[in-house]
Nanobody, 124 residues
Framework: QVQLVESGGGLVQDGGSLRLSCTAS????????MGWFRQAPGKEREWVAA????????DYKNSVKGRFTISRDSAKNTVYLQMNSLKSEDTAVYYC?????????????????WGQGTQVTVSS
């Protein structure tokens, strides 16, 4: 079993920055890719960004392109989400997820493991 633990959430002002981290532990970790999703109150969970583990190919939701950067450190089994120029509409619980098989990484059903989530609140 793989455990994913997120950290780095918090309260930040409009225009500020945060960096989320997600570390995988458990049995030997092997992943096709990892992604970040978010869920705002009263809304469905949505995909934010993804990265393939081996080649570090990245992809982003249009509304975060140019503001968010996903990266990974293979040696630490950790994926990051650097969030800059934050807006109030970015307020949500952010989840990381790991996909073991080669499937589209912008779809939540492609993922096998999920973290517990970390709250990001952007105040205007």
């Amino acid at each position: 079993q793989v455990q994913l633990v997120e950290s780095g959430g918090g309260l930040v002002q409009d225009g500020g920055s945060l960096r989320l981290s997600c570390t995988a532990s458990g049995r030997t970790f092997s992943s096709h890719g990892m992604g970040w999703f978010r869920q705002a109150p009263g809304k469905e969970r949505e995909w934010v960004a993804a990265i393939t583990w081996t080649s570090a190919i990245t992809d982003y939701k249009n509304s975060v392109k140019g503001r968010f950067t996903i990266s990974r450190d293979s040696a630490k089994n950790t994926v990051y989400l650097q969030m800059n120029s934050l807006k109030s509409e970015d307020t949500a619980v952010y989840y990381c997820a790991a996909a073991q098989r080669q499937r589209p990484l912008f779809i939540d059903t492609s993922y096998d493991y999920w973290g517990q989530g970390t709250q990001v609140t952007v105040s205007s």
